[in-house]
T-cell receptor, first 112, second 115 residues
């Protein structure tokens, strides 16, 4: 079956530091890959996505590249802000399947 | 445009009691999903509705869980009786039609604590 593995948190950074949250996956087919963000008290929000190998998703300064050879989709941001503090989920969804697979989530805490 | 609305936001009950969660999807969205999010885990799909029909409920524990979507709009998810292990966040999502994950809009969830 499919699975998504994320680095454990919390990840604690100072403002303006570089962020990497690792995500690797296993899938039987050719999935689309996603990063979601969950702010306290709010629902999951799509942050970025990539639908095929070597695609780069980007949004709000965050980036992730679909690496088929390493089955990875690591999230990066060059300079984090306090407002980026949230839980980040990596996920995959196979084409024609409505059952997504989420990782466990990684909590990010950014200090001023 | 209003997002997906869920209520209550928090619920505390004693084990063996029944509990129900309500979801109002985005207007015009025909597909509705219920997810279970255990502490420290990602969401897992429980059931998917196309209008009022449950088209995928293979992940729903049918011995104590039930769901309905009358008139193809609002939906309720019920647990009877609740067990300690049911303590989790129950998420509702909706989309215009069934499609890939990015088409789904998530509500804030109902956090359930079973004592």
């Amino acid at each position: 079956g499919n699975s998504v593995t994320q680095m454990e948190g919390p990840v604690t950074l100072s403002e303006e530091a570089f962020l990497t949250i690792n995500c690797t996956y296993t899938a039987t087919g050719y999935p689309s890959l996603f990063w979601y963000v969950q702010y306290p008290g709010e629902g999951l929000q799509l942050l970025l996505k990539a639908t095929k190998a070597d695609d780069k998703g980007s949004n709000k300064g965050f980036e992730a590249t679909y690496r088929k050879e390493t089955t990875s989709f690591h999230l990066e941001k060059g300079s984090v802000q306090v407002s980026d503090s949230a839980v980040y989920f990596c996920a995959l969804s196979e084409r024609r399947s409505y059952i997504p697979t989420f990782g466990r989530g990684t909590s990010l805490i950014v200090h001023p | 445009e209003a997002g997906v609305v869920q209520s209550p936001r928090y619920k505390i009950i004693e084990k063996k009691q029944p509990v129900a969660f309500w979801c109002n999807p985005i207007s015009g969205h025909n597909t509705l999903y219920w997810y279970l999010q255990n502490l420290g885990q990602g969401p897992e799909l429980l059931i998917r509705y196309e209008n009022e029909e449950a088209v995928d409920d293979s992940q729903l524990p049918k011995d104590r869980f039930s769901a309905e979507r009358l008139k193809g709009v609002d939906s309720t998810l019920k647990i009877q009786p609740a067990e300690l292990g049911d303590s989790a966040v129950y998420l509702c999502a909706s989309s215009l039609t069934s499609g890939s994950l990015e088409t789904q809009y998530f509500g804030p969830g109902t956090r359930l604590l079973v004592l």
